[in-house]
C-alpha cells in the first residue's frame, strides 16, 4: 500500500489538474520583465540587453484542483473523510475537473538589441515539467463501490486521460519595431525531452448484465493505450549510471527531440491604445528514444467456468479455469511495443487589450537607437488598463481563462500588475505581479489568487514566480 | 522610495495575513476502500439425454480446477461475502446435486447439497456467506478446487415434457474486498 499511497492521495484531491495552470496572466504583457518575451516573442522591448540569472530567473510553479482542495479532504473538521470521500470526491466531481501542475525554471536566459536598432534578439534554455490529469470517476467508483448491484451500469473506460512531460527548451527569439504601430516576434524553439507518458486516447467499458446461461455476465470492451517515452531509461539509471547524469544527458539532446515556434504581435491603434497577442509552443517533439507503450485491446464477454454437457467432458482432463484466463487474454491482449510516437506541445494562446494613460515616464530607453518606435521620445504612461484572454488546448479540449488588469508604473523604479481572472477554478482569482528595478537589478516576483491565501488548503489555485535579471539601456 | 516602501508593507501584510485552517493529513490512515464485486463462477448444464444414458445413479462427478480464490490479489484482501446458487431442473426425476469447495490437497473444506424435484420444480436459489456472519471465510480463501456431483434419484428411462429438459447450477460471488 506504500506504492498507492502517493497515488490515492492524488485520488482523494481528486486527481484533476486544473486547465488553467499554465497560464501567466500576471506576466503576459508586463514588458518590464523581459520574461514576458516569452509570452509575447512580438512584446514591446526597450533595454539594451539583459542576462537572466542562471538557475535563479524564470522561475515558475503553478498549480491546480479543479473540483477539490486539500481541505475538503484533509480540514480536521470530525467527519469521517470516508464520507468525505465519497460526498465530495465521487458525488461532487465532473469528469472535467482536473489536477494538474507546471514549473519551469530559466537555466540560460540573455538577450541583446542587434546592430539594426530595432530588432531584439532573445536566447536561452528553460526547464520545464507539466502534468494534468483528469478525474476517473468510473475507475474510482469500482475502487469504492464496486460493480455489485449496478447491473447494466456501464463504467467508462476514457475517464482514464491523463498526460505529462519533462523537457528542456532551447529557444532563440526575434523581435522587430516593423514600424511605429507594429512589433512583431518569433521564438524558435528546440525540444529535448527528458520523460513523456501519456494515456489520453482511451474508449470502452466494463460492464456488468443478466447472464445469458450464468447469473452474471462480465463484459470488457476496451480499447486503451499508455504511451512512455524516458521513463525506463530513469528507472534503469537508478541501479546503473544514476539519475542525475540520465536527466542531464536526455535534457541535452540525449532524449527524444522535438522542434516548435512562438509568434506574437504587438499593435497600436493609437499611442494609447494597443492590442497584443502570440501562439505558444506550435510544436511537437518526436518520441523514438527509450519508448515503451501498452495497449489492452479486444472485447470479452465472461459467465464464468461453463460446463456444458456432454460436450464439455470429452477431455476430462481439461482446466477450464485456465481457459477461461487464457480466452481472455487472447480476446484482450495487454500488449506492449516500443513504437515511436508524436507529442504535440499543450499550445497556448494569450490576447490582450490594453489602455495606457495617466502620467507619462521617462523610459531609459536610448532614443537614438529608436528610428520608428511608437513612442520614439522613449515614453511610457504611469497606469494601465485592460483585458487578455488565455486558452490551451487539453485532452479534454480548449481550455480558457478572462483576464482584467491594471498596472501601476512609479517611475522606471517599480511597476505593479494586478490581474482578476476568471477560470474554471476560480471566480475570484486576484494576482499581484511587481517588478523592482535598482539600477541594473531586475527582481520581479507574482503570485495569483491571493484571496486563498486566507485559507491555503482550501484554495483550487496557486502559482508564484519570481527571477532575478540584468538589464542594461546602455547608458546610466 | 516611499511607494517602495508602501508596497513592501503591503506585501507584507498579505504574507502575515495568509493562513490555513487546520489540516489533519493523518486521516489518511482512515481511509476505508472496501468495494463489492460480483461475477459468475461456475454453470453446469447437462442434458436429460445425458442422464438417462448413464446407467450409474451418479450421472455426473467432476473437479474443476478454480484458482480465482486463491489469487493473492483477492485471497489476501477478501473480507466477507456470499455465493449465490440456483439451480433448475426440468427433466422427469429427482436430484441431489452437491458442490463441494476442495483445497490444493484435495481436502473438502466445504459441501452445499441440493435436492431438486423432478419437473416442474421452481427455481432452487440458495445464498451461502462467508465471513463474520457466515462460514469460515478461510473456506473461500483455500479453495483451488470446485467438485460438482449429481445423483440420479429416479429411472433412465422416461422424459420430461417440457422443452429441452435439463438441469442447470447457476453460481455467481458476491465480495467485499479491502482496496486499503
Known sequence: ????????????????????????????????????????????????????????????????????????????????????????????????DELSGTYQLDLLNGGFRGKNRNVFYSFGIYHEGDAIGYWFRDYAILAVDGNADRLNERFDL??????????????????????????????????????????????????????????????????????????????????????????????????????GMDVGFT???????????????????????????????????????????????????TDFWQELVDDVETLIPFEENKNNYVAFRPTKLYSSVRYDFGEQIRTKEDCECDQIASNSKGIKYANSLGGQVYAINRPRGPQSALTAFYMRRLGNTLAMKTTYTVDKFSKTNIGLGVSLQLGKVN??????????????????????QFGFNIISWGKN | MKSISGFICLVITVLLC???????????????????????????????RLINEVTTTNFFSQDFNFDAFSEPFFAERVLDGIIIYELENTTSKALDVIVEFLDEG?????????????????????????????????IITNTSTIRVSATNLGDTTSTSNLPDPMVTLKSSGKFRVRLK
Not at chain 1, 249 to 258: E, H, I, Q
Request: aromatic residues 10%; contains cysteine; negative net charge.
Open chain 1, 1 to 96: 500500500m506504500t506504492v498507492l499511497k502517493p497515488f490515492l492521495l492524488l485520488a482523494s484531491l481528486c486527481v484533476c489538474l486544473q486547465a488553467t495552470a499554465q497560464n501567466k496572466q500576471l506576466l503576459y504583457d508586463f514588458n518590464e520583465i523581459p520574461q514576458s518575451l516569452l509570452v509575447n516573442p512580438g512584446g514591446k522591448v526597450d533595454y539594451l540587453w539583459y542576462g537572466g540569472v542562471p538557475l535563479l530567473s524564470g522561475i515558475s510553479i503553478q498549480g491546480g484542483s479543479s473540483g477539490l482542495s486539500v481541505n475538503d479532504i484533509f480540514a480536521d473538521d470530525g467527519l469521517d473523510i470516508n464520507d468525505k470521500i465519497r460526498d465530495r470526491a465521487i458525488g461532487g466531481m465532473r469528469i472535467r
Open chain 1, 158 to 259: 476514457s475517464h482514464l486521460k491523463t498526460r505529462g512531460e519533462m523537457l528542456n527548451v532551447f529557444h532563440f527569439g526575434v523581435n522587430k519595431r516593423m514600424s511605429k504601430s507594429l512589433v512583431l516576434g518569433g521564438r524558435a524553439k528546440i525540444y529535448s525531452n527528458i520523460l513523456d507518458f501519456n494515456s489520453t486516447k482511451n474508449e470502452g467499458y466494463f460492464v456488468t448484465t443478466e447472464g445469458q446461461n450464468n447469473l452474471l455476465a462480465s463484459t470488457l470492451n476496451a480499447n486503451m493505450r499508455l504511451r512512455t517515452s524516458g521513463i525506463d531509461a530513469l528507472l534503469n539509471a537508478s541501479d546503473n549510471e544514476g539519475i542525475g547524469s540520465t536527466l542531464l544527458k536526455r535534457g541535452f539532446f540525449g532524449g527524444s527531440l522535438g522542434l
Open chain 1, 267 to 317: 499593435y497600436h491603434f493609437s499611442e494609447q491604445l494597443l492590442v497584443t497577442g502570440s501562439l505558444l509552443d506550435l510544436g511537437f517533439v518526436y518520441h523514438n528514444n527509450d519508448v515503451t507503450n501498452y495497449t489492452l485491446n479486444g472485447n470479452a464477454t465472461v459467465e464464468g467456468i461453463e460446463i456444458i454437457l456432454p460436450g464439455a467432458l470429452l477431455n476430462p482432463d
Open chain 1, 443 to 464: 527582481f520581479y516576483a507574482m503570485a495569483d489568487n491571493l484571496l486563498a491565501y486566507r485559507n491555503l488548503a482550501d484554495t483550487h489555485y496557486n502559482s508564484f
Open chain 2, 18 to 48: 495568509s493562513c490555513m485552517e487546520r489540516q489533519d493529513f493523518n486521516q489518511y490512515d482512515d481511509i476505508s476502500l472496501r468495494p463489492i464485486y460480483e461475477a459468475s463462477i461456475l454453470y453446469v448444464e447437462a442434458p436429460e
Open chain 2, 106 to 138: 484435495g481436502n473438502i473444506l466445504d459441501t452445499e447439497a441440493f435436492q431438486l424435484e423432478p419437473a416442474p420444480t421452481a427455481r432452487l436459489r440458495r445464498e451461502i456467506a462467508y465471513g463474520e456472519a457466515g462460514r469460515n471465510l478461510d
